[in-house]
């Protein structure tokens, strides 16, 4: 069974520093893998989708890589800022058919970004 | 429309009532998808509707829980006889692409059953 685990819990930074939020994974067979923002009583923004085949997808001051055969992810941001602060959420599409669409989420980084 | 609409965003119910959520997904989306997200339990994944396929219900907890999809659309998810523990926040994701596909969220509506 795949499970989804992001590490830390939760991270408390002053502003401009760079950041590393960790994700990993037990199944490598995965479709592809998703970061996501969740900002409180709001839904999920989609930040950076990583194919299977890809090791990296960048955004702005973010960057996210992927090691399928190690299970593991990570999104990067630089020069953080107050305005980050928010939920973190990695997920995994499972590579079965009937799979991909079954994203199977980590429980999320939060981040406090303080002036 | 410009983005994922759900309603209503907060509902407050009794024990034992039915209630009925909405999801609205962005235009030209084929696929739809139902998550909850309650306290320790993280995000979960209940059911999902493809084009004209039959829907996967494979993440629904019970039979209390159904939903339609209505003309490739609109979509509403029916909870019968509801329980303190289906308190949670319900959200609907669209997505362009068939099979995994990037997913565009909804605001989600919050459940609370007194």
């Known amino acids: 069974k795949q499970e989804v685990t992001q590490i830390p819990a939760a991270l408390s930074v002053p502003e401009g520093e760079n950041l590393v939020l960790n994700c990993s994974f037990t199944?490598?067979?995965?479709?592809?893998l998703q970061w996501f923002r969740q900002d409180p009583g709001k839904g999920l923004t989609s930040l950076l989708l990583?194919?299977?085949?890809?090791r990296e997808q960048t955004s702005g001051r973010l960057n996210a890589s992927l090691d399928k055969s190690s299970g593991r992810s990570t999104l990067y941001i630089a020069a953080s800022q107050p305005g980050d602060s928010a939920t973190y959420l990695c997920a995994v599409s499972p590579a079965f058919s009937g799979g991909y669409n079954k994203l199977i989420f980590g429980a999320g980084t939060r981040l406090a970004v303080h002036p | 429309g410009a983005g994922v609409s759900q309603s209503p965003s907060n509902k407050v119910t009794e024990k034992g009532k039915d209630v009925e959520l909405r999801c609205d997904p962005i235009s030209g989306h084929t696929a739809l998808y139902w998550y909850r997200q309650s306290l320790g339990q993280g995000l979960e994944f209940l059911i999902y509707f493809q084009g004209n396929s039959a829907p996967d219900k494979s993440g629904l907890p019970s039979d209390r829980f159904s939903a339609e999809r209505t003309g490739g659309s609109v979509s509403t998810l029916t909870i019968q006889r509801t329980q303190q523990e289906d308190s949670a926040v319900y959200l609907c994701?669209?997505?362009?692409?068939?099979?995994?596909?990037?997913?565009?969220f909804g605001e989600g509506s919050r459940l609370t059953v007194l």
């Open positions: 994701a669209s997505s362009q692409q068939l099979n995994g596909g990037e997913l565009f």
């Open positions: 990583i194919q299977s085949s890809q």
């Open positions: 199944d490598s067979a995965i479709y592809n």
